[in-house]
């Protein structure tokens, strides 16, 4: 009995010890049993099993169904599947799966168990689960992270090789051991080809320091291309050099557009500098960062002085009236960003104090983006611009000849004066007499002699309220203000006493007068102005032919008391064209007219220069076509007293030639009047035997032989043969 006691004894203490040992193994033991019918139990159950399903080993072992709840629902039927398959072919179960404690969350699970086939057709699984979780972390964790390192290493693969751009590695023996797509194409090399660029190599790796340069290089499509090589050495942990990394970017079309960028720039600078204008630029808080040369010659400011410089100082603006500074432009530009000129009457005070008139234009300077970066301001000197408007605005308002005011400003003074406060108002109109016989006579500008000193006398006879005009060549208008008929009788009296103190080439200035006066505002003006111009046209005409004979009469003696050899040559032209006449039995009306046709047959040479009537040399092309004016300026200066006026015909004609080889108009034969041609053979014969300043006189029988041999082509035949039978004894 003893012994048996003993027996048990030992027995209890194996399964408490074995229960023990169970329940203390990390995880869980169990013993699964699946039935033939396939249903499963739980024979044992550690305490462990709480830790890995979450409950009681007790509610596993009566109710299978609270650990298979536990399972993730995914892994619940490859726990299954595995579990049968091993139920039916024996061996090792080995499961990982996820379990959904109640108390920790998903956890991963690790089961393994061996299968005993049992003699009622059951299997019964002998296991032990572990929680696996960290392991499982860890494990992912590796995964994801050698996913990761593959993706990074195909990204990498493919930015190298597919980089716009050369690289590769170059080992000391100069080997290639690696390059990528674009290198390999562009430079022509394999991998293991000697490197293109040894040079740049051999100074990384003597220098062991980083080797940037641009290198000419020849691609494969034949061009030589730039390239920018950058050459990084590599080292080991030791320090030592074991390769080089290459990089090489193809900069060919960045160069060619840093040249095109480099040669507009230049224009551009070259332009700027050269430009007439002054041009200074600003940033975006009104500093000068550019200007001109120009503009530092008319601020007086050199560029490194102005660099820096806010606007307002470099480019100060006063008003010309006003004299205060005016507001910058720039600053309202930038403020806008609107274009902008500046205002006129604006001085710029340069640097020095000297005040120059300046026109100017501003614009801003916009960023890529559209915003406002500075201001460019483009100006000029406006003096002689300035100068020429004034002169313009003046001109436009006064006679360029006499500087009285023309027309125009008569006009609107007129309408300005037209008021109450100013009537009387008297208007004069005053024209001066025998200015086309003096142009005629002397030339244009003994005409514009005559209009300046009529204007001169007009101005000193009148007040300095009066408006005087001339409103055309030869018609001077003056508006008389508060000044009644008998006021402006008094100063017709006085012009025409001032005018009395000058002549012209000898010729007395007169002039006809003419006045209207206003008393009521009601009046037309151009009524006043008709009125006034209609007596001064009356005037004019009772006294025109008195006046334009005394002109001839003047102009004649004039020419004789200056040529005094013209004077005896004219004479003796008359005396031998009264003999012919006489001879040819004209009768003695027309006889007395050819001789006063003798006398002034050259009075048209007034109008010509004192050096061509001395002249003792032969006369130019332009000299002769000078001189064979005269007879035209002769019948212009006749032709205008009545009763000359046939005299004007004999001596426009007086050089026509018989066979129409004349002048001024080729008459011929008989279509030259009877005078004319007489006063030719007359002339020329008196001509050919006086002494002139360019030969001796000329015997009468070699005259006589010169008109005889001329007569049917110069001369009228019929008069050189009565002028023969005169002459010859």
Not at 262 to 287: C, P, Q
Not at 334 to 359: A, C, H, R
Not at 522 to 551: F, G, S
Request: net charge negative.
């Amino acid at each position: 009995m003893p012994r048996q006691k003993n027996t048990c004894e030992t027995s209890l203490i194996s399964v408490t010890q074995l229960s023990d040992f169970m329940n203390y193994v990390p995880g869980a033991m169990y013993q699964y049993r699946v039935t033939p019918s396939g249903n499963g139990v739980f024979d044992f159950a550690s305490e462990g099993i709480s830790d890995i399903f979450g409950c009681k080993a007790e509610e596993a072992m009566m109710d299978q169904q609270v650990v298979l709840d536990a399972i993730h629902p995914d892994d619940l039927d490859d726990v299954f599947s595995v579990t049968f398959q091993v139920a039916k072919e024996g061996g090792l179960w080995d499961a990982r799966f996820r379990v959904n404690h109640p108390e920790y969350g998903l956890i991963w699970v690790q089961g393994y168990s061996r299968a005993e086939s049992l003699e009622d057709g059951s299997v019964r699984f002998h296991g032990h689960f572990r929680d696996v979780s960290e392991e499982e972390s860890i494990k992912q964790t590796a995964i994801h992270y050698q996913e990761q390192t593959a993706r990074n290493n195909r990204l990498l693969e493919s930015i190298f090789d597919h980089m716009p751009a050369g690289l590769w590695l170059v080992k000391p023996d100069g080997s290639i051991p690696m390059s990528n797509r674009w290198f390999q194409e562009n430079y022509q090399v394999d991998r293991m080809q000697q490197s293109v660029c040894q040079e740049g190599d051999r100074d990384a790796f003597e220098s062991e320091e980083t080797i940037v340069r641009e290198e000419e290089i020849t691609f494969s499509d034949g061009e030589v291309h730039t390239v920018r090589s950058v050459k990084v050495p590599l080292k080991d942990d030791a320090d030592r050099i074991t390769g080089l990394l290459g990089i090489g970017m193809d900069i060919t079309d960045y160069k060619q557009i840093e040249e095109a960028l480099h040669l507009e720039k230049e224009m551009f600078r070259t332009t700027l500098m050269s430009l007439g204008d002054g041009v200074i630029a600003t940033d975006n808080k009104g500093r000068v960062t550019l200007m001109n040369r120009m503009a530092e010659k008319l601020t007086g400011f050199r560029m490194d002085e102005a660099t820096g410089e806010f606007f307002d100082k470099v480019f100060y603006i006063i008003n010309e009236h006003t004299r205060e500074k005016c507001d910058s432009l720039v600053y309202k530009i930038l403020k806008t960003g609107e274009n902008s000129e500046m205002e006129k009457d604006k001085l710029l005070k340069n640097k020095y104090g000297k005040e120059i008139p300046v026109e100017d234009s501003a614009a801003p300077i916009r960023s890529i983006d559209g915003g406002v970066k500075g201001a460019v301001i483009v100006f000029r000197d406006h003096t002689v611009e300035k100068e020429r408007i004034r002169q313009i605005e003046y001109l436009s308002f006064h006679d360029q000849l006499t500087d009285l005011y023309n027309r125009r400003f008569l006009e609107e003074e007129l309408n300005r004066l037209n008021t109450e406060r100013n009537f009387p108002l008297s208007v004069l109109i005053l024209d001066v007499n025998g200015l086309k016989l003096l142009n005629d006579a002397f030339g244009h500008a003994k005409g514009d002699e005559l209009l300046r000193k009529v204007a001169k006398t007009i101005r000193q006879q009148c007040r300095a309220d009066d408006i005087i005009a001339r409103v055309g060549g030869d018609e001077f208008t003056i508006v008389l203000p508060k000044t009644d008929p008998q006021e402006v009788e008094i100063i017709v009296e006085r012009i025409s006493e001032g005018l009395k103190q000058f002549n012209v080439g000898g010729l007395p200035i007169t002039a006809s007068f003419g006045f209207e006066t206003k008393f009521r505002e009601e009046e037309p003006t151009e009524h006043i102005l008709r009125k006034a111009e209609e007596k001064m046209y009356r005037q004019k005409i009772a006294d025109k032919q008195k006046i334009a004979y005394q002109a001839v009469e003047t102009i004649m003696q004039t020419f004789f008391d200056s040529f005094p050899n013209e004077e005896e040559h004219a004479e003796r032209v008359g005396l031998y064209a009264e003999m012919i006449g006489t001879e040819m039995g004209v009768d003695r009306l027309r006889i007395q007219e050819l001789k006063t046709a003798g006398l002034v047959h050259d009075i048209g040479k007034v109008a010509l220069p004192l050096e061509m009537m001395v002249k003792a040399d032969r006369l130019s092309e332009d000299e002769r076509e000078e001189i064979e004016r005269h007879p035209e300026v002769g019948y212009n200066i006749l032709n205008a007293v009545n009763q000359y006026g046939n005299l004007s015909e004999i001596v426009l004609a007086h050089h026509e030639k018989w066979d129409g080889s004349g002048y001024p108009k080729g008459l011929k034969k008989q279509e030259i009047p009877l005078e004319a041609r007489i006063i030719a053979v007359a002339e020329a014969y008196e001509t050919m035997t006086t002494k002139q300043a360019y030969r001796e006189a000329m015997p009468e029988e070699d005259a006589l032989a010169v008109l005889q041999k001329e007569s049917g082509r110069q001369f009228d035949p019929e008069v050189v043969a009565h002028f023969l039978s005169i002459r010859e004894p």
